[in-house]
């Protein structure tokens, strides 16, 4: 019951604070219902600073990433990143004054070089340059923004929620807990749904491949003879599967997606050497990976 009521508590909170409402809500689903239904002001409550080192804990965050915080609120988001691990950083919010007080926060921490903040609303802001975004907002609000997310950020790239996934259909690939509270980690999936031709393996092998999100199935061909693949995965741009023609002689395939082929990954271990090349997109009447029931 406790963990209940701290959840619709925490629920009025964005990353680096930003959801909240104005009068006592009765409980999360409520709460989310009117949320969804009016779409409100969005107002700056602070993330706890071990919520926000767990985050880029579980992101991996490198100097060579560049963090968005969409509702930055102070700032602590994206200055952490730039402080602790020499990344980029880049906020958005609404309000005026909690801009200059991002501003003037990355100043005394010696990282206004590294970090920009911009009054902008978080739902217009584009997020092409991004390697890692995120979010601390409702669900329906996850959901609002996931086209924008999985169209824009490169296979690959991180999303890092806390306490309110993106959807009840897209399954973190990461799932941490941090003082009764829960941060989720995504990597962009890339879009490998269709028919691909194979080089390098058997002559003439194809690979039908079915994605939500980054799950994925599918079957190989060669010769007149369908199989369907083994131990299919997808996390960011990197794949995998098995294919068994013969008994007791499956065929690993490891590989590096880059929209429609497909390279091995060097040093990954089976088939070397290999390549594939898309020859048939998804119907444009089921997208892989945008898909939504939010």
């Known amino acids: 019951m406790f963990r209940v009521s701290s959840i619709a508590l925490r629920g009025a909170v964005a990353l680096a604070g930003i959801v909240a409402l104005a009068s006592t809500l009765p409980s999360a ?16 409550v602070p993330t706890p600073q071990n919520v926000v080192d767990k985050m880029l804990e579980v992101a991996k965050v ?16 994206p200055i952490t990143a730039a402080v602790r691990y020499g990344a980029r950083g880049f906020g958005v919010d609404i309000n005026p004054k909690l801009i200059e007080e991002a501003r003037a926060n990355a100043k005394a921490a010696g990282v206004s070089d590294r970090v920009a903040f911009r009054r902008q609303d978080l739902f217009q802001t584009s997020v092409r340059e991004a390697t890692v975004v995120g979010l601390y907002l409702f669900v329906w609000a996850n959901v609002k923004l996931r086209p924008r997310l999985i169209s824009e950020l490169r296979p690959g790239s991180r999303i890092v929620a ?30 490998v749904a269709g028919k691909w031709h194979l080089l390098g393996g058997p002559p003439g092998l194809t690979v039908q491949l079915q994605q939500q999100f980054q799950n994925i199935d599918g079957t190989a061909e060669v010769e007149g003879r369908t199989v ?35 390279e091995a990954r060097a040093g990954a271990g089976g088939v070397t050497g290999w390549s594939a090349v898309r020859t048939s997109p998804a119907p444009a009447t089921s997208p892989a990976v945008i898909r939504s029931r939010g």
């Open 29 to 44: 689903t409520s709460a989310q219902m009117r949320m969804k239904k009016s779409e409100p002001t969005l107002i700056y």
């Open 228 to 262: 369907p693949l083994q131990g299919a995965s997808l996390r960011g741009d990197e794949i995998e599967f098995t294919v068994a023609l013969e008994p007791g002689k499956p065929l690993l395939f490891r590989g590096k997606v880059d929209s429609h082929t497909i």
């Open 62 to 77: 490198t100097k060579d990433d560049y963090v968005f915080d969409l509702g930055s609120g102070d700032g602590r988001i």
């Open 162 to 191: 806390h306490d309110f996934p993106i959807g009840d259909d897209w399954k973190p690939d990461v799932e941490e807990e941090v003082e009764n509270r829960t941060v989720y980690l995504w990597y962009v999936p890339a879009q």
